[in-house]
T-cell receptor
Framework: GENVEQHPSTLSVQEGDSAVIKCTYS??????FPWYKQELGKGPQLIID?????GEKKDQRIAVTLNKTAKHFSLHITETQPEDSAVYFC?????????FGQGTELSVKP | GAVVSQHPSRVICKSGTSVKIECRSL??????MFWYRQFPKQSLMLMAT?????????EQGVEKDKFLINHASLTLSTLTVTSAHPEDSSFYIC?????????FGPGTRLTVL
């Protein structure tokens, strides 16, 4: 079955800096890769996603890149703000079921 | 759009009792809903896939007789934790599939004493 590895587990950046979180997946049949932001005590919130027919997608300060050959995808957050502090999860999917990475706790210091 | 609600948000129960958690898609219809469990500082673990009008599909290691799932309509799925024990204490989160994406509810914190 699919296995998703996510790095780093924790990431601390200064406000205004960029943050990058990386994930690798094992099943080449996976074709959908969402990213979720989870604040403490809340459910995950979909922030951006990408499908396998696209290499890059951007939405304001966040972007996701996908390398199907290497089977890895990354989340990029630019101009980080304290409210970006949360746990971020990547996931891979084919046919609906999501397999999640282990999560990255992002801390943005003012 | 794509709002998913859960009720209750937190529940405390005695060991041996049953607890029902509701998951509703408020502004879209969801043929498929998913139930996850999350322990502190850990990732989301899929428990089961809930399909409207049919039996749920459980992940390996999840007891279907303990975690009863009913997806009676296109906007409602319920998870009943039967004969709850302290080790069932966790954060239970549902998601609803719409337009090829999964939207999550706010979660239910279950504490079994």
């Amino acid at each position: 079955g699919e296995n998703v590895e996510q790095h780093p587990s924790t990431l601390s950046v200064q406000e205004g800096d960029s943050a990058v979180i990386k994930c690798t997946y094992s099943d080449s049949a996976s074709n959908y890769f969402p990213w979720y932001k989870q604040e403490l005590g809340k459910g995950p919130q979909l922030i951006i996603d990408i499908r396998s027919n696209v290499g890059e997608k951007k939405d304001q300060r966040i972007a996701v890149t996908l390398n199907k050959t290497a089977k890895h995808f990354s989340l990029h957050i630019t101009e980080t703000q304290p409210e970006d502090s949360a746990v971020y999860f990547c996931a891979a999917s084919q046919g609906g079921k999501l397999i999640f990475g282990q999560g990255t706790e992002l801390s943005v210091k003012p | 759009g794509a709002v998913v609600s859960q009720h209750p948000s937190r529940v405390i129960c005695k060991s041996g009792t049953s607890v029902k958690i509701e998951c509703r898609s408020l502004d879209f219809q969801a043929t498929t809903m998913f139930w996850y469990r999350q322990f502190p500082k850990q990732s989301l673990m899929l428990m089961a896939t809930s399909n409207e009008g049919s039996k749920a599909t459980y992940e390996q290691g999840v007891e279907k007789d303990k975690f009863l799932i009913n997806h009676a309509s296109l906007t409602l799925s319920t998870l009943t934790v039967t004969s709850a024990h302290p080790e069932d204490s966790s954060f239970y989160i549902c998601s609803a599939q719409g337009a090829g994406k999964q939207f999550f509810g706010p979660g239910t914190r279950l504490t079994v004493l």
